[in-house]
Nanobody, 121 residues
Framework: QVQLVESGGGLVQPGGSLRLSCAAS????????MNWYRQAPGKERELVAT???????GYAHSVKGRFTISRDKLKNTVDLQMNSLKPEDTAVYRC???????????????WGQGTQVTVSS
């Protein structure tokens, strides 16, 4: 089995910064893409940022220039540095990873439990 555990959420004032971390553990052979999603109340889930196994990154238009995704392939972690936060960034943030488990020949998605980010004065 594979587990993803996030940390780093919380309450921050507009203009502030937060750093989210997600660690994957378990029977991992390799990890393809690692992603951060968010979902605000009453809204659909949104892909915020993605990083490939080759460290290519992509961002939602709404966070480009403010958020930075990075991964450590040795530690199987992915971070999301969030700067210049806005109230509209308030959401539950979840990490997602495409993982090939030991003894298998395919990738499947795993999800973290989510961490709340609230941007408010």
């Amino acid at each position: 089995q594979v587990q993803l555990v996030e940390s780093g959420g919380g309450l921050v004032q507009p203009g502030g910064s937060l750093r989210l971390s997600c660690a994957a553990s378990g029977s991992i052979f390799s990890i393809s893409n690692m992603n951060w999603y968010r979902q605000a109340p009453g809204k659909e889930r949104e892909l915020v940022a993605t990083v490939t196994i080759d460290d290519n990154t992509g961002y939602a238009h709404s966070v480009k220039g403010r958020f930075t995704i990075s991964r450590d392939k040795l530690k199987n972690t992915v971070d999301l540095q969030m700067n210049s936060l806005k109230p509209e960034d308030t959401a539950v943030y979840r990490c997602n990873a495409l993982v090939r488990s030991t003894g298998t020949y395919y990738y499947q998605p795993y999800w973290g439990q989510g961490t709340q980010v609230t941007v408010s004065s």
